[in-house]
């Protein structure tokens, strides 16, 4: 730590004696107390049911003593009550010691990958063999993976659209054999969003995960206090209800009656009701720098990390200032009854301003650490480069653990156990699904050959089939992943790309990896200018009545101190260039002029976060799930975007 920050370590010990003095000197008392019964219990003038009860209450105060001596010595958030306090002390330490457990569960199905499939199939079969869907698809004679192969066809949601609808309009044994918790939607990146039924047995096998995914920090980073507290930047989504009540929402949803999983978190309740994604962040961000002992800075995605760690760089003046008086500024957009309970949680505290307000003076590089020293990580998935951008500005020296694979239709079906790794590669949790593998050169064909768990090879592309506990059999995600090594002797992987995000005007089928390399290789000759985001479209969709073929590349950059139109078209040109040295068949439609060059366009300053909400608004995305599409399927966003383009030299 700085040693040039002296109150920082004042304030830290003078927070921390709080808890932990109130804890001991409750421990003291109640040890007392504890011996004063233990002496009636065994006192022979005292009556014999007054002797039993003394010592059954001595047992029961000495408990809590020794709970409350243990806390004494724990570091501590200081806005913990005592409900959340004692809720999330008994949460992580029943945790710690069900980690043996949990790590030979977990190290069991990694040795025996092929067992634990073949032990998941034949519980699927058996819930869901009565179904309607069970008897017409005869799940009875499924009774091993390998039966599995044989007699059940792959599939995509079309095949279950209509059970699922009925699900949701209440009728019963359609192809469940339990009824939905809710249901989730996906976040329709690459067309419609798609509902899932969500069951107890698949969120029994996430939480599996879940609990994985929390030792594979802790092993890679210090393990925190049970009693200190996590930052979850979280934006409440819209829902809707089925005909029989039943919520329809992303996947990532809290409730404020999770109180087990809100006892351990910065922000008081009322924050996860929030659905302007500017002012949860606002919340969340001055929640969490109230807090000297954070222990977790965390979200599902990066974009929404970035984000809320840009709101805490411009508006840590109006931050400070709330936490000074107590009182959330007027101009935060905020329901006006969420407004009121937060502000009941929310205490002046003058001193952690004072130390605040000189870190955030020095500027933000690496002020993750000097506001929070007892933070181990940051956790979110990464997805379009936002990592990189957090680590450059914010982290200095913090962790960034990006944390899991997964999905609706699925939940985490695999987890990164490597937190330190540069490369980013996740072990599959074969409790989670039955998994297939479709060879990536094979995914066109009408009916192709999968390979199983046991059967893929490092290096191997493959697109992934899932046969999940939410009822899908064989099920066909669209996810292309590589194998890059193993987990014991489970397949770890990376996620490449989804084959719904083909660019393919004619036979090419050129994937969105290789055209992220092509912009990104192509912006490394522009110094200065930073990628900020991109997507693409095929001409067809743009202009259907023109026959020429090419792609239309839509880039959002910071150009720094630069200029825009110091890019000349020689420069633009490159991509093309880039994309035809990656890609065989497009170089060839290239050179033969069937495809004419892509044509690169700039947008204006804030345009992907304006499609973002465009999108939102008119699907069932939420802003806690939303990728950027890298294809557009529709004219209308292709001139959303035109619209947005601006006039270079």
């Given at each position: 730590?700085?040693?040039?920050?002296?109150?920082?370590?004042?304030?830290?010990?003078?927070?921390?004696?709080?808890?932990?003095?109130?804890?001991?000197?409750?421990?003291?008392?109640?040890?007392?107390?504890?011996?004063?019964?233990?002496?009636?219990?065994?006192?022979?003038?005292?009556?014999?049911?007054?002797?039993?009860?003394?010592?059954?209450?001595?047992?029961?105060?000495?408990?809590?003593?020794?709970?409350?001596?243990?806390?004494?010595?724990?570091?501590?958030?200081?806005?913990?009550?005592?409900?959340?306090?004692?809720?999330?002390?008994?949460?992580?330490?029943?945790?710690?010691?069900?980690?043996?457990?949990?790590?030979?569960?977990?190290?069991?199905?990694?040795?025996?990958?092929?067992?634990?499939?073949?032990?998941?199939?034949?519980?699927?079969?058996?819930?869901?063999?009565?179904?309607?869907?069970?008897?017409?698809?005869?799940?009875?004679?499924?009774?091993?993976?390998?039966?599995?192969?044989?007699?059940?066809?792959?599939?995509?949601?079309?095949?279950?659209?209509?059970?699922?609808?009925?699900?949701?309009?209440?009728?019963?044994?359609?192809?469940?054999?339990?009824?939905?918790?809710?249901?989730?939607?996906?976040?329709?990146?690459?067309?419609?969003?798609?509902?899932?039924?969500?069951?107890?047995?698949?969120?029994?096998?996430?939480?599996?995960?879940?609990?994985?995914?929390?030792?594979?920090?802790?092993?890679?980073?210090?393990?925190?206090?049970?009693?200190?507290?996590?930052?979850?930047?979280?934006?409440?989504?819209?829902?809707?209800?089925?005909?029989?009540?039943?919520?329809?929402?992303?996947?990532?949803?809290?409730?404020?009656?999770?109180?087990?999983?809100?006892?351990?978190?910065?922000?008081?309740?009322?924050?996860?009701?929030?659905?302007?994604?500017?002012?949860?962040?606002?919340?969340?961000?001055?929640?969490?720098?109230?807090?000297?002992?954070?222990?977790?800075?965390?979200?599902?995605?990066?974009?929404?990390?970035?984000?809320?760690?840009?709101?805490?760089?411009?508006?840590?003046?109006?931050?400070?200032?709330?936490?000074?008086?107590?009182q959330i500024n007027a101009k935060i957009p905020l329901d006006p009854d969420t407004r009121r309970s937060l502000q009941g949680y929310l205490r002046p505290n003058k001193a952690r301003v004072s130390q605040l307000r000189s870190e955030f003076e020095k500027g933000f590089h690496g002020i993750l650490k000097r506001i929070w020293p007892h933070l181990i990580a940051i956790e979110a998935i990464d997805i379009a480069g936002f990592k990189k951008k957090i680590e450059e500005t914010y982290t200095d020296g913090v962790p960034y653990f990006n944390w899991a694979y997964g999905g609706t239709e699925v939940g985490q079906l695999a987890i990164n156990m490597w937190l330190h790794d540069k490369e980013v590669r996740y072990a599959i949790c074969p409790h989670m699904a039955v998994v297939e593998f479709i060879p990536e050169q094979n995914s066109s064909d009408e009916d192709p050959k999968t390979l199983l768990i046991d059967e893929v090879e490092v290096g191997g592309r493959y697109e992934l089939v899932l046969t999940t506990r939410s009822g899908?059999?064989?099920?066909?995600?669209?996810?292309?992943?590589?194998?890059?090594?193993?987990?014991?002797?489970?397949?770890?992987?990376?996620?490449?790309?989804?084959?719904?995000?083909?660019?393919?005007?004619?036979?090419?089928?050129?994937?969105?990896?290789?055209?992220?390399?092509?912009?990104?290789?192509?912006?490394?000759?522009?110094?200065?200018?930073?990628?900020?985001?991109?997507?693409?479209?095929?001409?067809?969709?743009?202009?259907?009545?023109?026959?020429?073929?090419?792609?239309?590349?839509?880039?959002?950059?910071?150009?720094?101190?630069?200029?825009?139109?110091?890019?000349?078209?020689?420069?633009?040109?490159?991509?093309?260039?880039?994309?035809?040295?990656?890609?065989?068949?497009?170089?060839?439609?290239?050179?033969?002029?069937?495809?004419?060059?892509?044509?690169?366009?700039?947008?204006?300053?804030?345009?992907?976060?304006?499609?973002?909400?465009?999108?939102?608004?008119?699907?069932?995305?939420?802003?806690?799930?939303?990728?950027?599409?890298?294809?557009?399927?529709?004219?209308?966003?292709?001139?959303?975007?035109?619209?947005?383009?601006?006039?270079?030299?």
């Amino acid at each position: 730590m700085d040693h040039s920050t002296p109150q920082l370590n004042s304030l830290i010990i003078k927070m921390a004696v709080k808890w932990n003095f109130r804890c001991a000197c409750w421990g003291f008392i109640s040890s007392l107390l504890a011996s004063v019964l233990l002496n009636c219990c065994f006192s022979p003038q005292s009556h014999l049911a007054f002797r039993v009860i003394a010592g059954a209450a001595a047992v029961l105060i000495g408990i809590s003593s020794l709970i409350a001596f243990h806390i004494s010595t724990l570091r501590c958030s200081e806005s913990h009550t005592l409900i959340t306090l004692l809720m999330s002390y008994k949460w992580h330490q029943g945790e710690r010691l069900s980690t043996p457990s949990i790590l030979a569960k977990a190290t069991d199905m990694w040795k025996r990958p092929r067992e634990a499939q073949e032990d998941l199939i034949r519980e699927l079969t058996r819930r869901h063999a009565k179904t309607e869907y069970g008897r017409k698809n005869r799940l009875w004679e499924i009774r091993s993976v390998e039966d599995l192969r044989k007699k059940h066809p792959l599939t995509t949601y079309d095949h279950y659209s209509d059970y699922i609808q009925r699900l949701a309009d209440g009728e019963e044994g359609v192809f469940l054999d339990e009824d939905p918790m809710r249901f989730g939607v996906t976040s329709g990146t690459t067309g419609a969003g798609k509902k899932i039924p969500l069951v107890s047995f698949g969120l029994e096998g996430d939480a599996l995960c879940s609990q994985i995914k929390r030792l594979a920090l802790y092993q890679g980073a210090q393990r925190p206090s049970p009693v200190q507290k996590r930052c979850f930047v979280y934006i409440h989504p819209k829902i809707s209800l089925t005909k029989t009540g039943r919520v329809i929402s992303p996947y990532m949803f809290i409730k404020q009656e999770d109180t087990k999983r809100l006892s351990e978190l910065s922000s008081p309740p009322p924050a996860f009701t929030i659905t302007n994604e500017p002012s949860a962040a606002y919340v969340h961000m001055l929640f969490a720098i109230a807090d000297t002992n954070l222990a977790l800075l965390s979200t599902v995605l990066t974009p929404q990390m970035y984000r809320a760690l840009k709101c805490l760089e411009a508006k840590w003046q109006v931050m400070l200032e709330d936490l000074s008086t107590g009182q959330i500024n007027a101009k935060i957009p905020l329901d006006p009854d969420t407004r009121r309970s937060l502000q009941g949680y929310l205490r002046p505290n003058k001193a952690r301003v004072s130390q605040l307000r000189s870190e955030f003076e020095k500027g933000f590089h690496g002020i993750l650490k000097r506001i929070w020293p007892h933070l181990i990580a940051i956790e979110a998935i990464d997805i379009a480069g936002f990592k990189k951008k957090i680590e450059e500005t914010y982290t200095d020296g913090v962790p960034y653990f990006n944390w899991a694979y997964g999905g609706t239709e699925v939940g985490q079906l695999a987890i990164n156990m490597w937190l330190h790794d540069k490369e980013v590669r996740y072990a599959i949790c074969p409790h989670m699904a039955v998994v297939e593998f479709i060879p990536e050169q094979n995914s066109s064909d009408e009916d192709p050959k999968t390979l199983l768990i046991d059967e893929v090879e490092v290096g191997g592309r493959y697109e992934l089939v899932l046969t999940t506990r939410s009822g899908l059999y064989r099920y066909r995600n669209g996810d292309v992943i590589q194998i890059v090594g193993f987990h014991e002797n489970c397949p770890a992987m990376r996620m490449l790309y989804r084959s719904g995000e083909y660019l393919n005007l004619v036979y090419e089928k050129v994937n969105t990896q290789v055209v992220d390399a092509a912009i990104k290789n192509t912006i490394q000759g522009w110094p200065g200018i930073q990628l900020v985001d991109w997507t693409c479209a095929e001409s067809p969709v743009y202009d259907p009545e023109s026959s020429e073929l090419y792609y239309i590349v839509f880039l959002e950059v910071d150009p720094g101190k630069r200029e825009l139109n110091d890019v000349t078209a020689e420069q633009m040109s490159k991509f093309d260039e880039h994309l035809q040295q990656d890609h065989v068949y497009y170089s060839g439609l290239r050179e033969s002029n069937t495809i004419s060059p892509s044509r690169v366009k700039f947008v204006r300053p804030g345009t992907f976060l304006e499609l973002r909400d465009f999108r939102v608004n008119k699907t069932t995305a939420s802003v806690m799930q939303y990728k950027t599409p890298r294809k557009l399927r529709t004219r209308e966003h292709v001139i959303w975007l035109m619209e947005r383009v601006i006039e270079t030299n």
